[in-house]
């Protein structure tokens, strides 16, 4: 939480940004799509 | 304190090695105030008990639907009545200076409406793993936040927890040469159809949504890549308990660099462990909830599967 609070301070992006939280979710979606079809699931970046 | 409870929530706390530059940067000597919203275990726990040996941020204030968790937290963490909010209160927190930083701690289907209200309350933003329950979600709380010029972060532990970020090291300086396969995987048994966690709409899918994130991270970390594919398996065994979402998945993932993961998350066993294996020397930790030190062992060419797989240390 303080290097939250320090990239607030210093203005610079946070580590664990919201970006990294969202490329989980789409490899969560993909790996949730996998199972559900049986098919391997291509991921484009 | 056991030590591993220390250990735990000074990673929690912490991040990098602060300097007294950083701290002259705090508004007339103030830290800056964090608001949990949501009064779970969690948040009980782990980031209140944290939140005491933070140096750039404390708490000040908390959300909570229950009248009673006001009155004890209140009292416990000397938190004045005007720093008090509800679910209905809640947004008129963009009224109060004592507040810099909301940490949204509720079930994963209300992440993405409580940090979009955050943002447009002028807040800076914690929001806990995962981050919402599809990409669309996120989307929209990065757009919110961009709009309202906070920072959005994950409440990800991996970033600051000194055992991952050896095995970081490890991997992204290829120190015992390029990891070839990760054994990435984290379960444990909560075969209860009564805690959010279990239920498709508040908790969005059950492991996958809730440990397959350490799962993930823990691959991406060690590798510093995207997955090109990924193929998944899932598993219901127990359909009383688990409705409408898997009860344990198995999934693949295959890197650019031609790195191979393999994953198992569960909600009906244990299992703890990120593992990572450069085809000769060994580098694993185990893993994700028990924080021991990272282990780093060479092991002659003979003895690596049966040293490694199957070790129980």
Known sequence: MDAFAESILKDTTPLASGEEGMTDLKIIEAIVRSADTGNKVKLIW | MHRRQFLAQSSL????????????????????GIALVGLGNYATNQLAPALQQTELCQLTGIVTGTPQKAAEWSSKYQIPHKNIYNYETFDQIKDNPDIDIVYVVLPNSMHAEYTIRAAKAGKHVICEKPMGLNVKECEQMIKACKEA??????????????????????????????????????????????????????????????????CIQGVRRTLNELPTSVLAQGFVTDKNVFKGIYEMMMFQMEFPSGAVSNSTTTYSSYIDRLYATTGYPVVWVRAFLQRHRCKRRILGRKNIFQNTCFSTD
């Open chain 2, 149 to 214: 010029k906070v920072k959005l972060s994950v409440g990800y532990r991996l970033y600051f927890e000194p055992h991952h970020l050896e095995v970081r090291r490890l991997g992204t300086e290829k120190a015992l040469g390029a990891v070839k396969m990760i054994e990435s995987s984290l379960g444990f048994s909560m075969a209860d159809p009564k805690v959010w966690r279990l239920n498709k709409a508040l908790g969005g899918g059950g492991a996958i949504m809730d440990l397959g994130v350490y």
């Open chain 2, 13 to 32: 706390a912490a991040g990098t090695l602060l300097t007294s530059d950083v701290k002259s940067l705090l508004p007339q000597d103030r830290k800056l």
